[in-house]
């Protein structure tokens, strides 16, 4: 025997404010364009701030500005991305090229590109020049 669907007819209840247990209010009864009454409802996906619906928050104007994600030391001779200046200085003192760099590396390999160029050995006076001014720049000591 196939089976059958029950007809029950049972009023709807209006979840509305004010409103009674008869049927929910057609779009004719509403006060204004038909979509307009969806746009005022607080129903699934509706916020009731002003604001953009991802953050939440009144008045935002936009979203957040994305940063490049470096902290200022990163940004620096030592840090993780470091500018074509600092790139030429790690060269020439035979250090890696990207990623975070301490001091002590910087010094130790001065010192042994110093003692491989220095002039008192048999190195030129411009390679030395320019071996120290690799050092300077990636300590962060300037011409003052």
Known sequence: MPQTLRDCRSPLVSLRPG?????????????????????????????????SPKTGKAGAKGRKKK????????????????????????????????????EAEVTRAWKLAAGEHHPDRGGLHDTMQLINGARDLLLGRGLT
Not at 34 to 43: F, T
């Open 67 to 102: 940063g490049s994600g470096l902290s200022a030391a990163d940004r620096g001779p030592l840090g993780k991305h470091p500018d074509l200046d600092a790139i030429v200085a790690r060269q020439r003192l035979h250090l890696p090229l990207s990623g975070r760099l301490a």
């Open 19 to 51: 409103g009674s247990d008869g049927p929910a209010a057609t779009p004719e009864e509403n006060d204004g364009p038909p979509g307009e009454a969806a746009a005022r409802s607080n129903g699934f996906g509706a916020s009731s701030s002003k604001g």
